[in-house]
């Protein structure tokens, strides 16, 4: 069993729709990562969201920390094709700090110019 | 600071043979990390470091693979006797200690094993 679902798996868009994508646990977060990943290159942070019903945005990128810390959401307004990527979530499965990222497997998003 | 920085990009290997790659990570950095990272997947924890110290190994590391990380600094990650299911992209990441810092990641070491 995953840790952190991501939903869709896979999504293709056209340039200028909105999209949204989740991140799932049964477990509590103290704190979530948004991390987007090119081909061939390692994952880029995007944001941290640590406090329950947090909400942070980044331009065209809306982020969300659910109230019971057990889930987040990015919703990206107006998608360009600089959007395309794999968009991964990250937690520490233990809360201490001091524990290893534990990464969902990622939405690969797909924009259409 | 020019980020975490792997050696080589690319590397082929014929099954049996040994390989090593080589991270640098951000000089602040006192915390490094490798993952493994296969297609339609997350990355997955291999080990981490903080400073020189070695402080959680993952299942995934079987006996084959080790890790460095000598005098604190850049870290190496060996396998020996590689085998076609060894093939992966291998990330390696670097951050501060302590909870919400993010992980910078450098750009991985693609091998396949043939």
């Known amino acids: 069993t995953q840790l952190l679902e991501q939903s869709p798996q896979f999504l293709s868009i056209q340039e200028g729709e909105n999209l949204t994508v989740y991140c799932n646990s049964s477990?509590?977060?103290?704190?979530l990562q948004w991390y987007r990943q090119e081909p061939g290159e390692g994952p880029v942070l995007l944001v941290t969201v640590v406090t329950g019903g947090e909400v942070k945005k980044l331009k065209r990128l809306t982020f969300q920390f659910g109230d019971a810390r057990k889930d987040s959401s990015l919703h990206i307004t107006a998608a360009q094709p600089g959007d395309t990527g794999l968009y991964l979530c990250a937690g520490d499965p233990r809360n201490s700090g001091n524990t290893p990222l534990v990464f969902g497997k990622g939405t690969r998003l797909s924009v259409i110019a | 600071d020019t980020g975490v920085s792997q050696d080589p990009r690319h590397k082929i290997t014929k099954r049996g043979q040994n390989v090593t790659f080589r991270c640098d990570p951000i000089s602040e950095h006192n915390r490094l990390y490798w993952y493994r990272q296969t297609l339609g997947q997350g990355p997955e924890f291999l080990t981490y470091?903080?400073?020189?110290?070695?402080?959680?190994k993952s299942r995934l590391l079987s006996d084959r693979f080790s890790a460095e990380r000598p005098k604190g600094s850049f870290s190496t990650l060996e396998i020996q006797r590689t085998e076609q299911g060894d093939s992966a992209m291998y990330l390696c990441?670097?951050?501060?200690?302590?909870?919400?810092?993010?992980?910078?990641f450098g750009s991985g070491t693609r091998l396949t094993v043939v």
């Open positions: 470091f903080q400073n020189e110290a070695q402080l959680e």
């Open positions: 990441a670097s951050s501060l200690t302590g909870e919400n810092y993010g992980y910078t």
């Open positions: 477990s509590v977060f103290s704190s």
